[in-house]
């Protein structure tokens, strides 16, 4: 790796992506077998079931959604027109001199690593590309409502009829994202914080660490929420050895894979996931690729198959309680023609069926590292298994329905959700019908520098407990070690530090009225008037208590230990950061969401379903039950 900040080459990505793609397990994609119908009074156990697409095949069927600035676009216009006519708005001094210059984001981004001449001007001129186009477009739409979804499936398939091959094969889009903190053990693990800059953002991890993330386009989504396009991932945290990023040469296989280590496994369902040590997947003997139990309709992933699903569950906003009045009111009558309480419910406790997610028992469960994560599987009739979709790197890769084509070169339109929040789907006001939009850049640049500035207080707070940690403190006894200790906690120094976020100065603001309360040496000579005042608010939050100088009763002020509120300031910004974390991090921080995001996999961990008789097991087979099959 002759790069200097020790990001892998293009080459290496290649290698890490094709040895661990997955291998999909999925029902098989029949015509035949359509979903209920809209207007359906069954509860629809059956929905659609889609295989992984290439994005354009999504695009050569959608249309364009435009930024508010350009909405008297009124003419039909394909994205292959967009983008050429972005790239003849491109000049060759535009590349020239984002190639001199020596503060460009390229020279400190994993992305462009390996690169020269005429490739990295060409990757310089996708760039941008992808910015100019996200300021003009803000989606893509498909022609039919999000909710039609016997019209989708019907229309899906005349699509498939008719399609380049190439368009409608199937895909599977490989993308590594890389750790960005440099290799330094001579330092803590929050110091290297201090380190970095905001550019590096949520990346806290050593360049050592790598997210390989697999993600599948599908076309529609027939879960509960049903909404047009989706994208739904997998990711892999794997830990690179020091010595393979100290290489200064190209690796080829054999040195990548020597001492490699995959740990946690993130498998994306809904809005969170679920997680598993690696030696708990199941993967398959040959070649050791996790298997991937995709749900039928919702395209969630799973890490094995359950005879009676897995309840699945949306969160609730304030407009779709109101939309599950009709339901609560007419129960299961109709009213205006329909069941609310079927087409609207988002929020589910219970198993009801639909909103249990079903997943394809897996066709050949014997061909396993260990056959026996999964013994149920094994005793399930062979007609009542699924299909498999395992990766291909030859050029027919895909066009058949056994096999797709694991893209890692070309992630044009992934990059576009991820890095720009494209809309991929309808943009509907109503709950539950939006498709994936990732978030913007701007929102992405801002939560970056939101976490670092965190991660900085973080630092500064443990070092603080760190100076203090040799000090006897007894409540009663002033402390004068703590003027000391917290001059860098003092509001003046954390901005100066910039590390002082609005998000966080109250619970600042908070923790140093009720240290001052019990110690007010812990500030020598005081602190400025305004922040006197500001910190007398807070102990007298009342205006009689303010003005007569008596607290209003508050049981942490009793606390006059400074120990106790110094972590629990620590608690607090750990705990904002996990929030700014949490949102859109399975786009843009994959080690946050397989890490903080994803729960453990229940249905494994802790959990014992007993053993089953073949007798019994066929009850819950839906495959064998003519009433709600796809039959």
């Known amino acids: 790796m002759p790069d200097q900040h020790g990001y892998l080459l293009p080459g290496e990505r290649q290698i890490l992506l094709q040895q661990y793609a997955p291998v999909l397990v999925l029902f098989p994609e029949d015509p035949a077998k359509a979903p209920y119908p809209d207007e359906g009074d069954a509860i629809y156990t059956v929905r659609g079931t ?57 020279h400190h981004d994993p992305y462009f690593t390996g690169l020269t001449g005429d490739d990295l001007r060409a990757a310089i001129r996708r760039r941008l590309v992808q910015i100019r186009l996200s ?9 039919l409502p999000h909710d039609k979804n016997i019209d989708q499936w019907r229309q899906y398939f005349k699509f498939l009829a008719h399609d380049d091959p190439l368009v409608k094969r199937s895909v599977v889009y490989g993308r590594l994202v890389q750790g960005r903190a440099p290799l330094n053990d001579s330092l803590a693990a929050t110091e290297k914080l201090l380190k970095q800059g905001p550019v590096v953002g949520p990346y806290d991890v050593e360049c050592t660490r790598i997210a390989l993330q697999y993600w599948s386009q599908y076309v529609y989504d027939d879960w509960a929420n049903r909404h047009e396009g989706d994208w739904e991932s997998i990711t892999l945290l794997v830990e690179l050895s020091n010595d393979a990023i100290r290489q200064n040469r190209e690796l080829d296989a054999a040195d990548l894979l020597r001492d490699i280590q ?12 679920f997680r598993r040590l690696w030696r708990d997947v199941q993967k398959t003997a040959g070649d050791e690729r996790p298997l991937v139990y995709v749900g039928r309709g919702s395209q969630a992933s799973y890490f094995a198959w359950q005879p009676n699903g897995y309840p699945a569950s949306a969160r609730v906003s304030q407009i779709e309680q109101l939309l599950l009045l009709p339901g609560k009111i007419f129960g299961a009558r109709r009213f205006l023609g329909r069941r609310w309480d079927t087409r609207y419910a988002a929020h589910f406790t219970s198993r009801d069926p639909k909103t249990v997610d079903w997943v394809a028992v897996d066709p050949d469960p014997t061909d396993r590292v260990d056959p026996s994560l999964n013994l149920v599987e094994q005793m399930v009739p062979p007609a009542c298994r699924g299909v498999r979709r395992v990766p291909d790197f030859g050029p027919a890769a895909g066009q058949d329905d056994a096999t797709y084509h694991l893209e890692t070169d070309d992630l044009f339109w992934l990059e576009m959700v991820q890095e720009y929040g ?210």
């Open 50 to 106: 889609y295989h992984p697409r290439a994005a354009e095949f999504f695009l050569a069927h959608g249309k364009i959604c435009y930024k508010r600035s350009f909405t008297a676009q009124t003419s039909a216009r394909s994205y292959q027109d967009e983008i050429a006519d972005v790239q003849q708005s491109i000049t060759d001094s535009d590349i020239t001199q984002i190639v001199n210059n020596p503060n460009a984001e390229y």
């Open 262 to 273: 995959v740990l946690d496994v993130g498998y994306a369902a809904h809005e969170d996931g």
């Open 422 to 631: 494209m809309q991929w789907g309808e943009d509907t006001a109503l709950p539950g019908g939006k498709g994936p939009g990732g978030i913007s850049r701007a929102e992405r640049d801002k939560s970056r520098a939101d976490i670092h500035q965190l991660g900085l207080l973080e630092t500064a707070i443990e070092l603080t407990l760190q100076a203090l940690s040799t000090i006897r403190v007894k409540e009663s006894d002033e402390i004068p070690e703590l003027n000391v200790a917290m001059r860098r906690l003092r509001p003046g120094e954390l901005q100066r530090q910039k590390c002082f976020p609005k998000r966080i100065q109250s619970e600042v603001y908070t923790m140093w009225a009720r240290i001052l309360y019990s110690h007010p040496k812990a500030w020598q000579n005081g602190p400025p008037p305004r922040l006197k005042f500001k910190f007398r608010r807070i102990i007298y939050s009342g205006i009689r208590s303010f003005i007569r100088g008596k607290p209003e009763p508050d049981p942490l002020l009793k606390r006059s230990d400074p120990i106790f509120h110094l972590k629990s300031l620590l608690a607090q910004v750990r705990r904002i950061r996990y929030e700014i974390q949490h949102e859109g991090s399975k786009w843009d921080n994959p080690f946050a969401w397989v890490r903080y995001i994803c729960r453990p996999d229940v249905s494994y961990y802790g959990l014992s379903h007993g053993t089953m008789d073949r007798a019994d097991l066929l009850l819950l087979l839906d495959c064998v039950d003519d009433d709600l099959s796809m039959g």
């Open 135 to 143: 300021e003009r477009i803000r989606g893509f739409d498909r022609p």
